[in-house]
C-alpha cells in the first residue's frame, strides 16, 4: 500500500536533511580536529552497520543480509574519500562536489548504455559541467584542489554503488550487508593511519551521529519513499541536498555562500534539472 502525500513528504524531506547532514557532521568533526579522517571513516561505517543489522534482524521477516563485496569496496571508497576531502573542504563547496560526480556518472552510464538525450538535455549537461569546471578555476574562492579531487572520487565511487545495487531485491537487507563487509576495508585504513589517529569525544559523537542517524537510518528512511516516488521525482528531490548543506554550512559552521558557490549551484542544479526532466518516458 502506498503512502499518503503528506507521508511521503515528511519521509522525503527527512532522508534529505539526513544526507545533507552527512556532509554537515564530518566537515564540523574533521575542520577542528576532533577526529582523524580515518577514524571517523571507520566509526562511521561501524556504527552503520551496527544500526542496519539490527533493524534487518528486527524486522517481521528476518532475512539474511545481502550485498557483495564489489559493492562494499566502492561504498569504502566513498567513504574514505568523502572524509579526506572534508578535511580541507568546506561542506557547501563539498556537497555540490559531491552531488554533481554522483549525478555525472549515472548521466554518463546512461549515455554509454546507448540512452540517447534531446538537444535541450545536452545544453543542460553542457551546463552542469561548466558549472562544477568554473567552480573549480583557481582563485581565491575556488575549493581546495586536493580535497576537490577527493569529492569527486567520493561521488564517482557513491555513483557506480548505486548503479550496482539498483536491482536489490532487498535495498534495506543489501545495504546492511554492504556496510559490515565495509567495516573490513576501513579496519586497515585505521590501523595504517594509527601514529595519526586521534579520537576526543565530540568527534566521537558526529562520527555516530553520521553513521547511525544520517547514514544507517537516512538511507532506511529513503528506501522507505523511494518506492512511492517516480524515477524523475526521485533524482529530482535529491537537487535539494546541496540546497540543505549550503544553508546549513552557513548557518552551523559560519561558512560564506560565495558568489562563485551561487553561480556553480545554479549551473549544476539546473543542468542536471533540465537532463532529468528532459528524459523521454520518464
Known amino acids: ?16 536533511l539526513a544526507f545533507a547532514g552527512n556532509s554537515l557532521l564530518c566537515r564540523l568533526a574533521l575542520r577542528g580536529g576532533e577526529i582523524d579522517a580515518a577514524s571517523f571513516t571507520s566509526i562511521r561505517l ?28 566502492l561504498l569504502f571508497a566513498y567513504a574514505a574519500a568523502f572524509s579526506y576531502a572534508y578535511v580541507t573542504l568546506p561542506a ?33 549537461l553542457l551546463a552542469a559541467s561548466g558549472g562544477l569546471v568554473g567552480l573549480l578555476l583557481p582563485g581565491l574562492s575556488a575549493p581546495p584542489p586536493g580535497g576537490a579531487a577527493l569529492m569527486l572520487l567520493a561521488g564517482l565511487a557513491w555513483g557506480a554503488y548505486s548503479l550496482y545495487g539498483r536491482g536489490a531485491a532487498d535495498a534495506i537487507a543489501s545495504t ?19 601514529p595519526h589517529a586521534r579520537v576526543g569525544a565530540a568527534g566521537l559523537v558526529y562520527a555516530l551521529a553520521s553513521g547511525i542517524v544520517t547514514s544507517g537510518l537516512g538511507y532506511v528512511i529513503w528506501y522507505r519513499a523511494l518506492p512511492s516516488l517516480r524515477a524523475t521525482s526521485a533524482a529530482a ?35 542536471i534539472a533540465t537532463v532529468i526532466f528532459g528524459r523521454r518516458g520518464r
Open 176 to 194: 546492511a550487508g554492504n556496510f559490515v563487509r565495509s567495516v573490513a576495508l576501513a579496519l586497515p585504513l585505521s590501523l595504517l593511519m594509527w
Open 46 to 73: 561501524a556504527s552503520g552497520a551496527a544500526c542496519l543489522w539490527l533493524l534487518v534482524r528486527l524486522r517481521r521477516e528476518r532475512r539474511a543480509l545481502a550485498g557483495s563485496w564489489p559493492a562494499a569496496a
Open 237 to 271: 528531490v535529491q537537487l535539494s541536498v546541496p540546497v540543505i548543506a549550503a544553508l546549513g554550512a552557513v548557518a552551523m559552521l559560519g561558512e560564506p555562500f560565495t558568489p562563485r558557490l551561487l553561480a556553480a549551484s545554479v549551473a549544476v542544479l539546473g543542468g
Open 92 to 124: 557547501s563547496a563539498g556537497a555540490l562536489l559531491l552531488f554533481g560526480a554522483v549525478q555525472a556518472s549515472m548521466i554518463g552510464f546512461g549515455l554509454w548504455r546507448g540512452e540517447r538525450l534531446a538537444p535541450l538535455q545536452w545544453l543542460g
Open 1 to 16: 500500500m502506498g503512502m499518503s502525500r503528506a507521508a511521503l513528504a515528511r519521509t522525503t524531506a527527512l532522508a534529505m
